[in-house]
């Protein structure tokens, strides 16, 4: 369910888009009108068939002959302003408006259904009431420096090039974008580059247009705790929203969240709901797979080790190198 503030406005941005498109068609008539006379000619006698087809039922007579003349008269006047068109370099559908979604003509509805146009604009709308982090652009790829890993370790494979393989696999995720849904699980501790790479992708997939939302695990669950029971300090039902249905949501520091039940309901039906939906979640945590399943119930700590792309991060810790130099 979305709140009425989400809904008016999603609605408030169909009917402006479905405005334009009758204001553009309207102003693309007047000005054939005026340029070739002929277009409102074809126009009338469209329009007064209307009234004529009332005519003929209560009339009765040969009503199928009539019927048949008629939709061949209307065949012909179609194609004669279509070829007209045609002549002035324009497309065929060119009088007809230009609506932005063509399946629901911007009503929002297809045969009592809502259309998917409508879906993606109230998920955009409730990812609004969620807060963007402070200089999101300054998380870039190009911005994430390998040079802090060492390359040389203790394994096969150096912490370098563990985290060279990271990166072009964040790189690969943000480029492909929805990716089926597939859902990324960034495992390390403190300090080694997590927050960065997420926020990197969330920068990279917002550019394409998507709905994106970060939230800390504190964060979503003292805001779905607010909503829950009344409290609400202004759009925490909306982030909640928001944190549920958007395309990508960054989901960071899971583990320092406070143990509660009301944690662990939140973030399963978070988790579970987007899996279900197949919408990508990036989460990343201090917890190594094990402490997962320690901390988390059985269902949410499967859902997570089982369903995610799991990337280990490696390293010493980046923020004290970066301190030091
Ligand atoms: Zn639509």
Known sequence: MY???VCDAAMRQLSRRRSEALATADARRYELFARVPRFKEIENELSAQGAQLGKMVLSGGSFVQQLQAMQQRNLALQKEQEDMLRQLGLPANYLEPPYYCPLCEDTGYVEGKRCQCLSSLLRVEASKALPAPDHLSDYS???FKLDYYPAQGEGAV????QMQAVLN???VFAESFPCGGESL???GRTGLGKTHLSLAIANEVAKSGAAVAYASAQDLVDRAERAKFGRDSGGDAEFVQGALTCDLLVLDDLGTEFPSQMAAATLFQVINTRLLERRST???????PQELQDRYSERLASRILCSYSALPFAGNDIRLRKAMQ
């Open 3 to 5: 709140s009425a503030q």
């Open 141 to 143: 790829f190009d911005a």
């Open 158 to 161: 150096s912490p370098r090039q």
């Open 169 to 171: 696999k964040c790189r």
């Open 185 to 187: 699980l960034f495992l």
């Open 282 to 288: 990036i989460i990343s945590t201090n917890l190594s």
